[in-house]
């Protein structure tokens, strides 16, 4: 492989090394999808949309798919394009930061301060390097806490007494006091 990163859309040289002995065969994929498949040992291609792209190459794909030999190309999207991509969580066309979408096209906040770089900064009650929601901090850089209140409490209730009930029966049962 000549380049196993760049930005879209990217261009790079597929090459399967070792001995063929068969059919040679470049499988391209992204997520288990099959993206493309080429009937060859080298193969210039093509990467028009960003992401992580699986290459698999099987030197004798009729007789042997065990033996394969696989590698990953990532491809960014292209920061200021105005096209919102894949590692992007803002892009308003520009590469200027202070404008509330940074050079790098991660969100800011109006003091400049980026949210999921892993760094505390101004008004973010935390920062866990990502901007994924359902973890301790939110996509926005706030503290999550456990879900509270009257139904909560409800359903811990309803937990404890299901439970106690069953082991009520299991007792019973086990006594043979039915």
Avoid: H
Avoid at 11 to 33: E, H, M, R, Y
Wanted: charged share 20%; hydrophobic share 25%.
């Amino acid at each position: 492989m000549t380049d196993k990163s760049g930005v879209a859309p990217f261009s790079t040289s597929i090459l399967c090394s070792g001995t063929p002995s068969g059919k040679t065969a470049i499988v391209i994929s992204q997520n288990g999808k099959i993206l493309d498949a080429l009937e060859s040992e080298s193969e210039s291609y093509d990467f028009d949309d960003a992401g992580v792209f699986t290459i698999s190459c099987y030197p004798d794909v009729v007789n042997d798919r065990t033996n394969v030999c696989k590698t990953t190309v990532s491809v960014s999207g292209e920061c200021g394009n105005g096209v919102e991509e894949s590692d992007e969580q803002c892009d308003d066309g520009n590469t200027t930061s202070g404008d509330g979408c940074n050079n790098l096209c991660q969100s800011e906040a109006d003091d400049g301060s980026v949210c999921g770089n892993g760094i505390k900064e101004s008004k973010e009650q935390c920062d866990d390097g990502n901007n994924v929601d359902g973890d301790t901090c939110t996509s926005i850089c706030q503290n999550t806490t456990p879900r509270t209140g009257p139904l909560a409490t409800l359903f811990v209730m309803f937990v404890i007494s299901v439970a106690g009930a069953g082991y009520y029966l299991y007792y019973r049962k086990r006594k043979n006091i039915v």
